[in-house]
Nanobody, 125 residues
Framework: QVQLVESGGGLVQSGGSLRLSCAAS????????MGWFRQAPGKEREFVAA????????YYTDSVKGRFTISRDNAKNTVYLQMNSTKPEDTAVYYC??????????????????WGQGTQVTVSS
């Protein structure tokens, strides 16, 4: 079991930056691959970025490549999403997710067993 708590959301002007954090707490020694998803009103939850436990492999949806960076600090059990050059279409609730199953692609919501409560990101034009 792992509990995930996101923070860092808020209101930012188009072109601005935000850094989201996801703190994970667990009583096991499992290694978790992590992902960020987002969901805008009236839309399905969509993949944003993911990172393997080692940090050596990262994945991004095309619309955020070159603007967003996912990273992690395993000593702090925290994953980050640095959002630069934000756009109004980035507005959504952002969710952190975790899986202890390393064979998962990390690209779909069903790949993950654990989810945070979400943090709102609003990009104004």
């Amino acid at each position: 079991q792992v509990q995930l708590v996101e923070s860092g959301g808020g209101l930012v002007q188009s072109g601005g930056s935000l850094r989201l954090s996801c703190a994970a707490s667990t009583r096991t020694s499992s290694r978790y691959d992590m992902g960020w998803f987002r969901q805008a009103p009236g839309k399905e939850r969509e993949f944003v970025a993911a990172i393997r436990w080692s940090g050596g492999n990262t994945y991004y949806t095309d619309s955020v490549k070159g603007r967003f960076t996912i990273s992690r600090d395993n000593a702090k059990n925290t994953v980050y999403l640095q959002m630069n050059s934000t756009k109004p279409e980035d507005t959504a609730v952002y969710y952190c997710a975790a899986t202890a199953r390393p064979w998962m692609t990390l690209l779909a919501p069903h790949d993950y067993a654990y989810w945070g409560q979400g943090t709102q990101v609003t990009v104004s034009s």
